[in-house]
């Protein structure tokens, strides 16, 4: 028997306004693999399944060990905008979509998906039931033990000095797989998880960067050239989002020019420094109104909005309603879901 496996092809679409969107396809490509090989990959699918719903019992979020996140969704979601940290997310069963930009980054059982800075984006559970629930893991990635891992591998170099982008959808391959697995087994052995699973946290990290996304690790994990600049320029922008952007001062504080920086910038994030902001202080006016209690207008102060009226357009830009209107079904669907 030759199983078949996905493989990934990126395609460029024009958009009205000129630009371009990008979206990452499955099912474009078939992979062959020996008999013996895709048999016990499936077995490792099938066993991340068993002890990732073991696990998980109810739908939510854990962090059952130090830098592992586990997912449950029952139901298909709608679009949830956040800020994604630098992570490798593996899916055990069901798929689902990030939006970065106007690219779009899709991922199944098949796939893994890999962020390397910190990134605002919109994410959405594709593929998810009752009977077969959406179940993932989200491994992060800390830049000092990436680093660690690197120089013992001796990878510190990169390979080529070009612009990586800060996000891609790749081929599962056989051993990273074997390795989420084995880190799974560590759930129900806390005494062995111990003790096994930093190893298997390094060796996580040593799979990628021999992998087809370690060009990926490597540039945006060294902090030289021009991803050390567009690093710092996402730090300040966290850090200021509610500041004026000033984006003449960032490029001469960071020895670029300022066309220089916006274009590296979006090679890095697949956004520019002005949409990036705004994200940012969207999502956060968004928290402010359901966790504070506050009205649009102040929470438009807060982010660094001075003009009302104009901040309501942004938000219903983005989130696609006002934001009265937003922050009250945000509210009715955690009473539903409390009430199931």
Do not use: W
Request: proline share 6%; hydrophobic share 40%.
């Amino acid at each position: 028997m030759i199983r078949e496996n996905d493989c990934l092809i990126l395609h460029i679409f024009p958009m009205d306004d000129g630009e371009t969107r990008e979206e990452v396809s499955m099912n474009v490509m078939i992979r062959k693999l020996p008999d013996r090989e895709a048999e016990l990959m499936q077995a490792n699918r099938e066993e991340l399944v068993e002890r990732v719903a073991r696990a998980m019992p109810k739908d939510g979020t854990a962090q059952p060990l130090p830098g592992l996140y586990l997912h449950r969704h029952s139901v298909p979601m709608t679009r949830v905008h956040g800020v994604i940290e630098p992570s490798l997310c593996v899916v055990a069963q069901g798929s689902k979509e990030y939006l970065l930009g106007e690219s779009r980054y899709r991922y199944d059982p098949f796939h893994s998906f890999l962020v390397t800075v910190d990134l605002p984006n919109i994410s959405q559970v594709l593929e998810a039931s009752k009977a077969r629930p959406y179940l993932s893991l989200r491994f992060s990635l800390a830049p000092a033990l990436v680093g660690s891992v690197m120089l013992e591998a001796g990878h510190a170099e990169p390979r080529d000095p070009t612009d990586v982008r800060a996000i891609d959808v790749s081929l599962l391959d056989a051993n990273l797989l074997d390795a989420f697995v084995r880190l799974t087994r560590l759930l129900d052995a806390p005494d062995e998880a111990r003790v096994l699973g930093p190893l298997i946290t390094r060796e996580i990290i040593y799979r990628l960067l021999v992998g087809e996304q370690g060009a990926r690790l490597r540039h945006l994990a060294i902090l030289k050239g021009y991803t050390s600049s567009i690093a710092r320029a996402i730090a300040r922008l966290r850090h200021d989002f509610d500041q004026p952007l000033r984006i003449e001062q960032m490029a001469q504080e960071l020895g670029m020019s300022v066309s220089g920086l916006r274009h590296h910038f979006k090679a890095v994030t697949a956004m520019s420094p002005s949409q990036f902001q705004k994200q940012l202080r969207l999502q956060e006016a968004r928290r402010l109104m359901l966790s504070e209690d506050l009205d649009a207008t102040s929470a438009a102060y807060r982010v660094g909005y001075n003009d009302a009226s104009y901040f309501n357009r942004e938000y219903k830009s983005l989130f696609g309603v006002p934001p009265l209107r937003d922050v009250q079904r945000l509210r009715e669907e955690a009473e539903d879901r409390s009430d199931s």
